[in-house]
Every structure is written in structure tokens, then in C-alpha cells.
């Protein structure tokens, strides 16, 4: 599960990295300015952390309290880009599915 997830950050990572320039007037900011306003405004603190290529950082803010989260990508350069965010944010500890020996 957690390769998966990071793979899938990864390509989102990379799918977004294009888009990045153009939404920086929008949705980016400098990342001491974003973490402040989402613990401000949100409640969120850091709750993952993932390095993409190109020197991208990953991020996923989160309530415990309101169950809202953030999904950050910011830059070598240190702009920050908001990615995704929403609602009923949870912490999982799932265990790794059974390994099939049977080849």
C-alpha cells in the first residue's frame, strides 16, 4: 500500500510539476507563508512526507480536529503549490496483505 501511494504521489508529483508554472500566480505561495495559513485558518499540521524527482517535496497537512486536509508540492526554489484538498481525513496503520508464495 505505501509503494503504491508513493508511486501514485510521484506521478502526481510529475503530472503537476507542468502545470506548477502557470498556477503559481493562483495557488502558490512561499512555504513558510502556506504552512502558517494552514495551521491559522485550518488547523493542519505536517502529516506525511515524499520526495519527487526534480527536488519536489510532498506534503499532506491534516486536522485531527475537523478531518480537513491539504496536499502541498513545493519547489527546490521554495514556492509552495496547493494540489488537492478536502474532508474526513484519517490516519490508517494497515498491515500488508498476505504474500502469495505459491508461484
Not at 18 to 33: D, F, G, L, Y
Amino acid at each position: 500500500m505505501m509503494k503504491t501511494l508513493f508511486t501514485f504521489s510521484a506521478g502526481l508529483i510529475l503530472a503537476l510539476t507542468a502545470q506548477m508554472a502557470t498556477a503559481q500566480s493562483q495557488n502558490c505561495a512561499p512555504r513558510e507563508m502556506v504552512v502558517k495559513r494552514l495551521a491559522e485558518k485550518y488547523g493542519e499540521s505536517r502529516q506525511s512526507i515524499g520526495m519527487g524527482q526534480q527536488g519536489m517535496v510532498m506534503e499532506t497537512f491534516a486536522s485531527n480536529e475537523t478531518g480537513s486536509w491539504t496536499i502541498t508540492v513545493t519547489t527546490p526554489n521554495g514556492m509552495t503549490c496547493l494540489v488537492a484538498s478536502g474532508q474526513s481525513y484519517e490516519v490508517l496503520a494497515e498491515a500488508l496483505p498476505a504474500m502469495d508464495t505459491d508461484a
